[in-house]
């Protein structure tokens, strides 16, 4: 009887074992990837705060320096008031209210494209610097107003035969930003952009696992509405 109840205890057999090792196996492999999956979130809502964040603090930029635009330009014809270039991205030329000349470009950013600013102060500016990163496109209408109501009877690129730039009072303006972040998307994401001021919108895809979003605004001239 004792041998018997001994026998009965001598450890765990092979299957035993095996069974153990594999449900550990499997409780390791669930730990981990409850673990990726949840950084991958958090990454994933990290990167579209920051993506939003990034489109609306340029937006916000713009808008504050352009509605200034043109402040001694209201009755002169100067090549500075306000003035642009068109091409696979835009960029805004304009004087402010001391006279400095701004201007607003993407180019190429630290962490890629990104939207630059040059504040036009040479005495105590910074020159073009690096404003707001993830930008990867502007695209700008100029809307002219040919009535003398105050109100835009048109919107065209820069560039567009027939456009007086006296005659803007406000420009539209849409931003094509992409996360920072790669590998944030298991899937290509895509937006309809139109980059090349036609009126139609092109599919744009984001690289390397980024996020993608449109921005757009309108921006009213004060000088020129207000005059
Ligand atoms: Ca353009
Ligand atoms: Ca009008
Ligand atoms: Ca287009």
Do not use: W
Request: charged share 20%; proline share 1%; glycine share 8%.
């Amino acid at each position: 009887m004792i041998q018997s109840l001994k026998r009965n205890q001598n450890g765990v057999t092979l299957i035993e074992l095996m069974i153990a090792l594999s449900l550990g196996i499997i409780v390791t492999f669930m730990t981990i990837k409850v673990y990726v999956d949840h950084r991958q979130a958090f990454r994933l809502i990290d990167a579209t705060n920051r993506l939003q964040e990034n489109g609306r603090l340029a937006i916000e930029f713009l808008s504050i320096n352009i509605r200034e635009a043109a402040y001694n330009c209201t009755n002169t014809t100067s090549s500075t008031c306000l003035t642009g270039v068109n091409s696979t991205t835009d960029s805004i030329t304009f004087d402010d209210v001391d006279s400095d000349t701004k201007k607003f470009l993407i180019s190429n950013g630290e962490n890629g494209k990104s939207l630059f600013f040059d504040d036009g102060d040479s005495t105590n500016g910074t020159g073009t610097e690096e404003y707001v990163e993830g930008i990867e496109n502007m695209q700008i209408l100029y809307g002219e107003d040919t009535d003398n109501d105050k109100i835009p009877n048109y919107y065209v690129p820069y560039g567009t035969s027939g456009l007086s730039l006296d005659n803007v009072v406000s420009v539209r303006i849409s931003l094509l930003a992409q996360s920072v972040e790669t590998g944030v998307s298991s899937s290509v994401q895509t937006v309809e952009y139109d980059n090349d001021d036609d009126g139609i919108k092109e599919t744009e895809s984001a690289s390397n696992g980024r996020l993608l979003k449109v921005f757009n605004t309108t921006i009213q001239i004060r000088n020129r509405v207000l005059n």
